[in-house]
């Protein structure tokens, strides 16, 4: 009982120092402004019901209802007062890791392989990007109704009971009002049912969850939440995708040695088969899938099932089902896409631990003591990744500066970054971006006309006309830029009478 109370109070007490610096910060100019502080439907309570019929941006790819709807509540409770929707993000995180905790210990069947699952989860800084962002509310979310419905299916089928098959489909469906990526759970239901080993009838078990999955797909086609974008050609597709492989390549890293992450981290679509990194990557997957058929039958199913679940997991931003990028020829490899991935990541790691321990006392390589002492330093290591992150995660100019000095192509991250300098009226920072997102991207609209406006404010307004007429097609923003323009119009017109 005493070793089981130490636990707990470790996974409440170090997340919450890791993670309790980040709790000043302010809403950022990304998606906080949009699903947030200028989100007219949030404020009041009536509305309600409309947060089911649109978008999560108020656009037709992204439906996540839940997520708004806690958004909707925290604004009636506390307003527009960041601390709390920060703390409500770490509360959700500390539950997600006492709910990984009980499922790994129960995969694992393995108490102390549970809990180090748990431990690495709570305090691992490559959730710091989910956690440390008030939009990460939808992950956040998404991973705790998936883990809950985990654990419920797992009591029906072990247990055979029904009634907890209700809630884990419940916790499904609300899974999936929190974010797409839940729609994989039934697939990793059927690795666990294989995994264990179930009978033929057993796999009924899925049927509900079948249908849960169709009358979703129902409900965002009823509603109009069908846009998804898509490569334009089998060669675009298949560099795409390995494209994606190179990224997981450095997601894997990360889990081991993570010393470079960055907010909305992206990555370069390979433009030939021939380019040498793409030819690495390819290269380092063969081998690997090679090495795991030759080993075939000395790894257990609890790890092909873990490898398995991971790569089940980053489907919904593998390229395959749809683009996911930050702009042109650029994709989205964020490193919040590992909240639920890092799940089976972090019992693979666990096993692979507790096996590594056992040889090293065996072979007495190493005492016990000393061993117990990495493994302390290990976990105060993450920790101090975890602060700092989250320190820079307080200050939304140095947290976009950073990660804009490893990745000075993302073009959303240039945008934002000029966004970000407006407020205070440092307009001549605020065009050095703009003019960079509209140079890696001069297909997105927003961003040329955000130029136009930063030059309007230094007094530039000839500039200011000529780049808005320079914008042949505003797409959905054609009233916005034709208001802007019309103001710098104005401006002219009033200096001109100024000086007559």
């Not at 240039?414 to 407020?423: D, H, K, Q």
């Amino acid at each position: 009982m005493p070793r089981l109370s130490l636990r707990i109070l470790l996974l409440l007490v170090l997340p919450l120092t890791a993670y309790s610096f980040m709790l000043p910060a302010g809403f950022k100019t990304m998606d906080d402004q949009v699903s947030i502080v200028a989100n007219p439907l949030i404020r009041n309570a009536a509305n309600a019901g409309q947060l089911f019929t649109q978008g999560y941006f108020r656009d037709n790819s992204y439906y996540r209802p839940l997520a708004n709807l806690t958004f909707m509540g925290e604004f009636h409770a506390f307003g527009l007062n960041p601390f709390f929707y920060n703390l409500d993000n770490l509360l959700i995180h500390i539950a997600n890791a006492f709910l990984v905790w009980i499922l790994a210990s129960r995969l694992t069947t393995s108490p102390v392989a549970g809990f180090w699952v748990g431990l690495m989860f709570a305090v691992h800084p490559i959730h710091w990007e989910a956690v440390a962002n008030i939009s990460g509310r939808a992950v956040l979310l998404c991973a705790f109704f998936s883990f809950a419905s985990f654990l419920f299916f797992w009591t029906a089928y072990a247990r055979r009971r029904t009634g907890w098959l209700v809630v884990s489909l419940a916790a499904f469906a609300a899974a999936l009002l929190s974010k797409e990526n839940a729609a994989v759970l039934p697939a990793v239901f059927l690795l666990y049912l294989v995994y264990a080993r179930a009978k033929a009838k057993d796999f009924v078990l899925l049927l509900p969850y079948a249908v849960i999955v169709g009358a979703y797909l129902f409900l965002r086609q009823n509603i109009g939440m069908t846009e998804l974008y898509q490569w334009h050609g089998l060669d675009q597709y298949i560099l795409g995708f390995i494209t994606f492989l190179r990224s997981v390549l450095t997601d894997i890293r990360l889990f081991f040695v993570p010393t470079d992450l960055h907010f909305d981290r992206s990555l370069p679509v390979f433009f030939s088969f021939a380019q040498p990194q793409a030819m690495i990557t390819m290269f380092v997957w063969m081998t690997g899938v090679c090495w795991l058929f030759i080993g075939r039958k000395h790894i257990s199913a609890l790890v092909w099932m873990c490898l398995a679940w991971f790569a089940l997991e980053l489907l919904p931003v593998s390229q395959i089902v749809t683009t996911v990028g930050v702009g042109v020829g650029c994709l989205s490899t964020a490193e919040h896409f590992l909240y639920a991935a890092s799940v089976p990541a972090f019992i693979l790691m666990a096993l692979g631990g507790i096996k590594l321990y056992g040889s090293i006392v065996e072979k007495r390589m190493l005492t016990p003591a000393v061993l117990q002492s990495l493994l302390v330093a290990l976990v105060v290591f993450w920790m101090s990744v975890t602060v700092e992150q989250n320190i820079y995660a307080t200050s939304e100019i140095a947290m976009i500066e950073r990660s804009l000095r490893m990745q000075p192509y993302n073009a959303r991250l240039n945008f934002s970054a000029g966004i970000a300098y407006v407020p205070s009226g440092r307009f001549k920072q605020a065009e050095a971006y703009f003019r960079a997102a509209a140079a890696y991207d001069p297909f997105e609209p927003r961003y040329r006309i955000a130029l136009g406006k930063s030059l309007c404010d230094q007094g530039r307004v000839k500039e200011c006309i000529g780049v808005y007429d320079g914008i042949k097609d505003p797409g959905p923003f054609r009233d916005f830029l034709n208001d802007n323009r019309r103001g710098a119009q104005a401006l002219l017109k009033h200096a001109d009478l100024s000086q007559k």
